[in-house]
């Protein structure tokens, strides 16, 4: 399976205390990336829905594991479309379609690391420009953002279908 080829590269957590294990995901986590997401997000996929992105994006598909299980995970897909932070320009862009902590792995540098693997892969990869959505009442997810460099571009009104609005976030890269 080509998309499981980088499976040994892996990132350890910062200290003993916080060990996790940061690799690509594979077709066989699926099931278990499905119940983070269950645990964390009230936003869901469909099972088929995981799969299809982790074929078409396999580079972007991290997960965060600890004593052999997933504990976090992240997303995403390479668009090719108007850029946000430059006018009538076009850009690649990497969106960050999801991440996601277990509440009791939180705080520990794991969200972080998710999406540092995230963007050194986009970076290579050359895209120009990072996005996301995010509740305008998630706070520690909007101050974890913009601490890593993404700034509030635009109000999506009722983007979520409880009908709360939505940030979009970007950064360049
Ligand atoms: C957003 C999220 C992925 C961050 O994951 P995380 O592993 O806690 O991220 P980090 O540990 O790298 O950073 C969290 C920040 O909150 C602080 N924090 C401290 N205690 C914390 C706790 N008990 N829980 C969460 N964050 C805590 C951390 O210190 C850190 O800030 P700092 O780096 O300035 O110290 C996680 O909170 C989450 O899964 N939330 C629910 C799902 C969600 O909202 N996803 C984002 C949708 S857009």
Redo the contacts with the bound molecule.
Sequence with gaps: MEYCRDMQESTMGRSPDDDYEIRLCGDADIPSIIRVNTL??P?HYSDDFYYQILRAYPETFFL?ERDGAAV?YIMCRTEHGLSLLRRFGLAKKCH?I??????E???????????QRALERVRSESAKECY????IT?L??I???K?LGFRVVSTLSGYYKDGESAYTMVMPL
């Excluded at 999801?98 to 509440?103: D, G, K, M, N, R």
């Excluded at 996301?132 to 509740?135: A, G, K, T, Y």
């Design positions: 964390t997000l936003e965060a976090g960050i999801s991440v996601a902590v277990l509440e792995y939180r705080g520990k540098g794991i969200g972080t690391h998710l999406i996301l959505e995010v509740r998630n520690q997810a101050e974890l953002y601490r």
